[in-house]
């Protein structure tokens, strides 16, 4: 099965507020954070989680190629622990401007863009 996927959507980057500590995340410590498993970073502050629609290309393409995970597996675990009250669900932009003006507002804040470049006032992570 070939999935096609616009260039810009799989060239999604991992954005952090400039105050998170590191360079660099690896693929687990990713997936721990976007489901809700890691809930602090290392220096013990609080992880804020931005994310765009579910149906948004850059969306589909960052749970399947950064995560491993299909787009609506996430939305159920992120259900399924809010609605337990075990975590509180990721935070929706709707668009990718909003994102990083969140990320680049928010301490503590990670998200995602369709591009892997340097915005102003947000940090880029390389997945490891």
Known sequence: MTILLSPLAAAAGII???????RSISTASLRNIYTL???????RQPIVIFVLPDDHPVHEAFAKEKLGLYPYRLRQTWDRL????????????KDENEMQA?????PGAIGYTSKDTGHDGIKILRLE
């Open 102 to 106: 969140r990320v680049r507002a928010t």
């Open 82 to 93: 809010s609605f337990s009250g075990m975590a509180s669900a990721p935070i929706e932009v």
């Open 37 to 43: 498993r890691q809930t602090l970073w290392p220096n």
């Open 16 to 22: 952090v507020h400039p105050g998170v500590e590191g």
